[in-house]
């Protein structure tokens, strides 16, 4: 039985030394990104948390007052947690941290972003899928070492777009190497999606 570490959580041995964290939306789990994350990157190890809150019944990554209205203090301390986890982590399963990207779907997108502005150290990059600004900190983070994708959809009714452009330009503001897409598509993620992530991907791993 794999340890708990402080979260629910699936990890997949992988063949290379990259590894994907996999970051489920609203109402999802550790078990529902595995196979994306297997066809994004059939050689790396898959890492997979579940949200620990809990909103009517579904789990999340942190708390929220309203659609797109963001629990501040909530979601500081819970990015702070899933870092000291994904430290935790890669040491009890001896990945290499600095080859750690995320793949973050919806809320699971959103505490991906909040990883990159308040703990840059964490991640290598990121592929934020259907994002919106997390928050603003009161420091930009360093982040000319972070390569991000951000794939947003231009009928998407739960993230307007001009919340996906302002992510753009904090994210570039702070120095990200940083990919856009906008698609012609909602909130659900499409074959487009997983096909500019996995081409993303691959090119992310060259630099
Ligand atoms: C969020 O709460 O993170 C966003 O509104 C996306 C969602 O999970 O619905």
Not at 138 to 166: C, H, I, M, Y
């Amino acid at each position: 039985m794999s340890e708990n570490l402080g979260f629910s959580h699936q990890f997949v041995a992988g063949s290379s030394d990259r590894t994907l964290l996999l970051l489920h939306g609203t109402g999802g789990d550790e078990r529902d990104l595995l196979s994306l994350g297997r066809y994004l990157d059939p050689e790396a190890a898959l890492l997979s948390p579940r949200g620990q809150v809990l909103e009517n019944g579904m789990p999340r990554f942190f708390r929220r007052l309203a659609e797109g209205v963001f629990d501040e203090k909530d979601l500081i301390g819970r990015t702070n947690e899933l870092a000291d986890f994904l430290q935790q982590a890669a040491t009890h399963y001896a990945f290499d941290q600095k080859k750690l990207r995320a793949v973050g779907y919806s809320n699971g997108a959103n505490i991906a972003g909040a990883l990159l502005l308040l703990r840059p150290e964490i991640l290598r990059g990121a592929a934020l899928l259907r994002p919106m600004v997390p928050l603003i900190p009161e420091r930009l983070p360093d982040l000319t070492s972070s390569s991000v994708l951000v794939v947003a959809g231009n009928q998407d009714p739960v993230v307007p777009l001009e919340k996906a452009r302002e992510l753009v330009t904090l994210l570039r503001r702070a120095g990200a190497d940083i990919a856009v897409y906008f698609e012609d598509a909602g909130h659900a993620l499409t074959n487009n999606t997983v096909e500019t992530t996995k081409r993303w991907l691959i090119e992310a791993r060259r630099k």
